[in-house]
T-cell receptor, first 113, second 111 residues
Framework: NAGVTQTPKFQVLKTGQSMTLQCAQDMNHEYMSWYRQDPGMGLRLIHYSVGAGITDQGEVPNGYNVSRSTTEDFPLRLLSAAPSQTSVYFC????????????FGQGTRLTVV | GENVEQHPSTLSVQEGDSAVIKCTYSDSASNYFPWYKQELGKRPQLIID?????GEKKDQRIAVTLNKTAKHFSLHITETQPEDSAVYFC??????????FGRGTSLIVHP
C-alpha cells in the first residue's frame, strides 16, 4: 500500500517555466489537497478537491492550477514559475469520514531561479 | 474560514522535562483536532488527535486537551527525549473537511 505518492522529490525551474507536480493516492480517498510549506509560515493551503471533478481555492491559490479527473490523481500546475514559489510542496489526502486523519506525500522541494 | 493560532514558535527544553504547545481556533463548527509531527526533511505524520466530544486523550507520553468553550487545545509531552525534537503542527477541521494548520512549533530537546 503506497499511500500518497508525490513526484518529483526535487525540482529546479527557471523563472517563467511551467511544470506539473504529480500526486497520486491509492486509498480511495475523497478529499485531496495541496499545501506549501515555508519557514515560519506553517502549511498553507493552495487548492483542494472534495471529489473527482470538484476543486476549490485555498489560502494561497495565485499562480497555481489544479484538476481532479480521477479519484486517485490530483496534479498541481505552476503556470509561469516565479522565485516566490520556491517552497516545499505537500499533497495530502483523507477519507470522507469527518474524524479521519490526513495522509501526506513525501513532499517536493521546488527552487525557482 | 478557520484560523488556527499556535504558540510558541520555538520551544527548547532539557531531556526529561515536559513540553506544552498551545493552539486556538476560530470556527466553532470545527470538531476534529489532529496533531502532526514533522522530522527534518520528512513529511508530517499524525501523532495524536482529539474529537470534539472528548476533553482529553492520552497515548503514552503524549496527551491532548480540548476546551471547546474557549476554543483552544494543547499538546503535552512528558519526559521528553532527544528523538522528540521536531516541528509539531496543530490543525482544526470542521465543515470544510480540509484541515487548517497552525504555523508550527519547533521543539528542541537538549540531551
Amino acid at each position: 500500500n503506497a499511500g500518497v505518492t508525490q513526484t518529483p522529490k526535487f525540482q529546479v525551474l527557471k523563472t517563467g517555466q511551467s511544470m506539473t507536480l504529480q500526486c497520486a493516492q491509492d486509498m480511495n480517498h475523497e478529499y485531496m489537497s495541496w499545501y506549501r510549506q515555508d519557514p515560519g509560515m506553517g502549511l498553507r493551503l493552495i487548492h483542494y478537491s472534495v471529489g473527482a471533478g470538484i476543486t476549490d481555492q485555498g489560502e494561497v491559490p495565485n499562480g497555481y492550477n489544479v484538476s481532479r479527473s480521477t479519484t486517485e490523481d490530483f496534479p498541481l500546475r505552476l503556470l509561469s514559475a516565479a522565485p516566490s514559489q520556491t517552497s516545499v510542496y505537500f499533497c495530502a489526502s483523507r477519507g470522507a469520514d469527518w474524524n479521519t486523519e490526513a495522509f501526506f506525500g513525501q513532499g517536493t522541494r521546488l527552487t525557482v531561479v | 474560514g478557520e484560523n488556527v493560532e499556535q504558540h510558541p514558535s520555538t520551544l527548547s527544553v532539557q531531556e526529561g522535562d515536559s513540553a506544552v504547545i498551545k493552539c486556538t481556533y476560530s470556527d466553532s463548527a470545527s470538531n476534529y483536532f489532529p496533531w502532526y509531527k514533522q522530522e527534518l526533511g520528512k513529511r508530517p505524520q499524525l501523532i495524536i488527535d482529539i474529537r470534539s466530544n472528548v476533553g482529553e486523550k492520552k497515548d503514552q507520553r503524549i496527551a491532548v486537551t480540548l476546551n471547546k468553550t474557549a476554543k483552544h487545545f494543547s499538546l503535552h509531552i512528558t519526559e521528553t527525549q532527544p528523538e522528540d525534537s521536531a516541528v509539531y503542527f496543530c490543525a482544526a477541521m470542521g465543515g470544510s473537511y480540509i484541515p487548517t494548520f497552525g504555523r508550527g512549533t519547533s521543539l528542541i530537546v537538549h540531551p
